[in-house]
């Protein structure tokens, strides 16, 4: 498809008859956003002219007397979407300026495109490839409400291990996965084998190439798909498609899912562990002699994932709900180091192939709350940082990170503890992002602001079940 031009587009349209088309473009904070059109208003030079709508509208974009965008269709993106009951055609658009006609500088995709051509100025590669290992959980059901005198959540799942004692199942089947036991037991303890296959073969519909499917640790239906690595912005488009497709077939079955990084207390959250590698004509270049069989190059790209990994985390955990599970002392990957085959280090080198076009590291803090296009193009900023300042990593940590000693530990530089502690980072340190016009710094300033005045402080203001629990009687 990535050679599709508008006039194939609209013959794929004919041939499958299709009545609608859908053009979807990504919100500054990470949700896919939507619009539709007749097919008869899809023209060749539609392309190229797009279609207008109110900027003002979308979070963190335009204000109210500078509304007027235009989304532009990819003709490389066009597939139909599986879900639509009229036939429609799908297509992702970039966002322009409708007086300048630029791309618009707060467009994520438009991020990602420009830090794949940093890269390709830079000399130093023409390809970065990106493969998400996104969790998620799928839930039977989910409640919450937040009010002046109120605020509680609820959610629940026929597989909750707390559900083992309850009487309202029509007789109790138990096999439900016991904390920290969900990976991965064959059915019928895992009870979603049928749903999670359905969502990998539409996934194959629309052009997403699946590794593999299974059950998580968790109780209560945490699962995972792993897909196929792809180039930076096109794996960010299918990450979206990933999201899409999971949240309706889960709705089709009368189910729920959450990519929230900790939706569950005492058992384990979701993450996002992220595989990464840069490549220049047709070659791998993260192989090499050295440790785990990498590259220098692969080395200095680590040394510069560390060393901004702090103010990567305000984009790669970009949520207050992304620090309940960036705990010391648990399993998610909180201490700034790494090792080959070690999961409990930051960045860990996979060992499963002896191939040099399977030499990559897998950067394992970020989670699936995440906007994939900022998160993978700040990613690679900070590798490429490493690269050109020949970043030293430091030593590899080849123990379980999770049995040092405190002593041992406190040498170790960790994640931020909290989102606006993540924020403070990125405000500190954000220069790499800025280089090529990849980030600007209006960008970094609106999502810092966004964040802060519309997540962080709306959750610092409000009590929690928890303070009553602890305080109510103080």
Known sequence: MATMKPKDVLGLAAERKAQMVDLKFMDFVGIWQHFSIPIAELQEENFEEGYGFDGSSIRGWQPIHASDMLVMPDPSTAV????????????ICNIIDPITKEAYSRDPRNIAQKAEKFLRQSGVGDQAFFGPEAEFFIFDEVRYDAAANHAFYMIDSVEGQWNSGREEEGGNLGYKPRFKEGYFPVAPTDSQQDIRTEMCQLMEKVGISVERQHHEVATAGQAEIDIRFDTLTSCADKLMWFKYIIKNVARSHGKTVTFMPKPLFGD???GMHTHQSIWKNGKPLFAGEGYAGMSEMAMHYIGGILK??????????????????????FEAPVNLAYSSRNRSAAIRIPMYSPSPKAKRLEFRSPDPSCNAYLAFSAMLMAGL?????????????DKDIYGLSPEELKDIPKMPGSLDEALDCLKKDHEFLLKGDVFTQDVVETWIDYKMEKEVNPVRLRPSPMEFALYYDI
């Open 385 to 397: 940082d490493g690269i050109e300042k020949k970043i030293d990593p430091g030593d590899p940590l």
């Open 268 to 270: 384990n959250g979701s």
């Open 308 to 329: 901004h990994a702090r103010s990567l985390a305000a984009l790669c955990n970009p949520t207050t709900n992304s620090y309940k599970r960036l705990v010391p002392g």
């Open 80 to 91: 139909m979407d599986p879900f639509m009951e009229a036939p429609t055609l799908s297509l």
